[in-house]
């Protein structure tokens, strides 16, 4: 069997690039609500899985515990301990993945049509009867403390630490997901239970589905698989109220380069500029060798390794951000150009070579993302949870063509601010201090 899920596999990576996507809507008899792609020609289902709120429900004074909770969803389910369950798993040829961020907990799948049953009543135990078994809530317990140890010693880690908490008030989103040593320490089996029902709920789920089933075969899996699930769980976060002071916040850390993490407010994904947002990001710094920001601050001055910029539209707050890394000596220098670069696309706009260049990234990239059953079913859920139509797969390159030179510039005019730019600095940075931004 495993023979034949390694087969299998090499298959489906061997798959060419593809966005002609075709999803059907299907709900169950007991209302679940799934997209589904048919692909009947590997006998393999690929499942996605998302819970709006993620992290961001843990309740007041137990930051930590739907991350902990979440590590422990595969630790041992009903009358099986995790030995017991990697077992029944591996026996199955199946793979269940569980993982949590600020605004959802993810889970997926992938199992052999022959298994189909079995492995939907194995990840079924996994969701709605984790045991938690104390000596299976220490070991990850301790996973979780270990990692907040090296965290501590993570220079991005500890910008991105003091972004947040300047940015996001008293939000969730101002405190790592993960939890502090003293938050994850207190945290009993009982926070772990009321973080499960607070999350695993039906009025926040969404699935994709990809793979050798038809849309009557699964429905009735669906119910089978989350119908017993609560119907609601806890409140969802409210929005966050952005503040970023504008500024310099400088984080001693013995360390000859340092690392800045720098950003302003952003735009949310349901903006209808924010595709226009989106090329000027890529203009700007969106990662690429030809971006403004790798020209400007790598290739002509030497200040780093590397830059980009990215936005960021979580579903309770948008923010647009960036990072650099430089020698100590120099940070100060590669600040100032990207607060120049940031100024010069704010009263210049872009030029028409670039945005050619852009769409052309942009829209030839897009395919790409789409390598395998998995991603795609991942896609999918993301696409549900932004509101967007079933269609936007078809659609979406549409709209990056439809981006013009005039949308750029009253964009970069109204979302890029390089005097409200908040930089924080880890490391020994010369010649800068914390408080506001140098002339």
């Known amino acids: 069997m495993k023979y034949i899920l390694a087969l299998m596999m090499t298959v489906v990576l061997a798959l060419p690039a593809r966005a002609d996507v075709e999803i059907t809507e299907v709900v169950s008899p007991g209302g679940i609500t799934a997209w589904l792609v048919q692909e009947p020609s590997i006998p393999f289902v690929a499942m996605d899985l998302r819970f709006r709120g993620g992290a961001s429900l843990d309740a007041p004074g137990k930051r930590g515990a739907v991350n902990l909770m979440t590590g422990l969803l595969e630790e041992g389910a009903g009358q099986m301990d995790a030995r ?3 077992r029944a798993t591996e026996g199955l040829a199946a793979s269940f993945g569980y993982d949590v961020g600020d605004d959802s907990l993810a889970v997926s799948a992938r199992f ?9 009543d194995l990840l079924r135990a996994s969701l709605l009867e984790p045991s938690f078994a104390p000596e299976a809530l220490e070991r990850v317990r301790q996973q979780v403390l270990t990692g907040l140890a090296s965290d501590d010693k993570s220079p991005d880690e ?3 630490r003091a972004f947040d908490k300047l940015a996001y008030g008293e939000h969730p989103y101002s405190t790592s997901f993960s939890g502090t040593v003293e938050s994850v320490s207190a945290l009993t089996r009982d926070d772990l239970v009321a973080a499960h029902k607070a999350v695993l709920a039906k009025d926040r789920l969404y699935v994709g589905v990809v793979g050798d089933i038809t849309p009557e075969e699964l429905g ?11 119907e ?3 409140p969802l976060p409210d929005m966050a109220e952005v503040d970023i002071p504008a500024g310099v916040t400088v984080i001693d850390f013995d360390t000859p380069q340092s690392v800045a993490l720098f950003g302003q407010r952003g735009m949310a994904q349901e903006d209808p500029d924010f595709f226009a947002a989106t090329v000027l990001n890529q203009i700007l710094g969106g990662g690429s060798f030809e971006s403004r920001l790798m020209t400007e601050v790598r290739e002509k001055r030497g200040l780093t390794y590397g830059v980009y910029s990215y936005l960021v539209p979580r579903d309770y707050a948008a923010v647009y951000l960036g990072r650099v890394a430089s020698a100590n000596d120099r940070i100060g220098e590669a600040i100032a150009v990207i607060r120049d670069e ?5 009263s210049e706009g872009v030029t028409e070579d670039e945005l050619r260049d852009a769409k052309t990234y942009l829209t030839g990239a897009y395919p790409l993302r789409f390598d395998g059953n998995a991603p795609i079913a991942r896609i999918m859920v993301g696409m549900q949870m932004l509101g967007l139509p079933i269609d936007y797969i078809a659609t979406r390159n549409d709209k ?3 981006v013009t030179m005039d949308d750029v510039k009253r ?4 979302l890029l601010d390089p005097d409200g730019l908040q930089f924080v600095v880890v490391g020994k940075p010369e010649g800068l201090e914390t408080g506001p931004l140098p002339e």
């Open 84 to 86: 017991a369950f990697a």
């Open 112 to 120: 052999l049509t022959e298994n189909r049953d079995a492995a939907v």
């Open 158 to 160: 500890l910008a991105s």
């Open 220 to 230: 009735p899996l669906l119910d089978k698989l989350l119908g017993d699930l609560p």
């Open 232 to 234: 609601t769980g806890a």
């Open 342 to 346: 940031w100024a010069k696309a704010a």
């Open 400 to 402: 990056v063509e439809a």
């Open 411 to 414: 964009v970069a005019e109204e």
